[in-house]
């Protein structure tokens, strides 16, 4: 599992038709030690930058309303490409996306979002996010490509974790026994990541977006998981294989919370830097999910091809 991602270290890619929004975009960066970065103004000039074999970047702010969708087709171009798909892409707007907007970015692979002009502190936020979410993903998915087909035969058994690091080897061994692994991969590491930090060890909507900005999600997630209250709690994962569906059950033992304002993705919380996860998983990776009791046990389904 790596550790909170570094801003230190960043390259980063900004694609904006606007020289001003651009400029400003950059200047969020130059305060930041460390931070380099290429900009581009158009579609076909990002592109023809990350055929750059040599050049590697960790996160791409893009400019979604460029001409004839141009910003969105770039995103989809990343996605599509083996090399380039682990980028995560930060899609800058100038007003709030609507719910279809978000949807389409979130086809095309882009799970974050800037409404400019954005305060500093907000540009900041959402690139710490975006970093460690894609710095997770992305060792999870090389751990899925290490391990492909080991698992694929799994009908029912159940298993415990409990820090970060377990859950994310639990997604993906049972990612492996789904038909499409990496779309199962994305949304099983969601609900046991919210297990672990939302429900046993209490981090709230707002501690979480703070600790994005002072990029310190994961090591304050470990103190928690540290501390002795926490050592014995557990998130709980059945796994079910029926002829119709797969069934996954994770149950943590946290106070559950108000779990349906959670299920579609809300424009009100588009330029947050957390809270998108939950609908992103049933958008992406499963068939149906819901919640049971009060909001500590998720329970989600995938058909099987042709369902």
Known sequence: MPSDADMTEAHLLVVDRDPRSLATLVDHFRSEPGVTFHTAGDPDTAWAILQDQAEHFDLMILDCLMPQGGGLDLARRIRASQRLAGIPVVLQTPAPPTAEQMRSGAAAGAYHYLTMPAQHDAVLSIVHAALAKSSF??????????????????????????????????????????????????????????????GNLGLSYEEKSQLALDNCWKSEVDRRSALPDNLGKRVRLSFRREPERITLRIADEGRGFAWRDYLELDPRRACDPNGRGIALARMLSFSSIHYEGCGNVAVATIAPPGN
């Not at 859950?167 to 199962?184: F, K, M, R, S």
């Open 137 to 198: 993903r992305n060792a999870l998915r090389r751990q899925l490509r290490r391990q492909s087909g080991k698992h694929r035969e799994l009908d029912t058994c159940e298993f415990s974790i409990r820090t970060l690091e377990e859950a994310g080897e639990l997604a993906t061994l049972i990612a492996q026994a789904c038909p499409n692994p990496d779309a199962a991969l994305f949304g099983i590491s969601e609900l046991l990541v919210n297990g672990v930090e939302h």
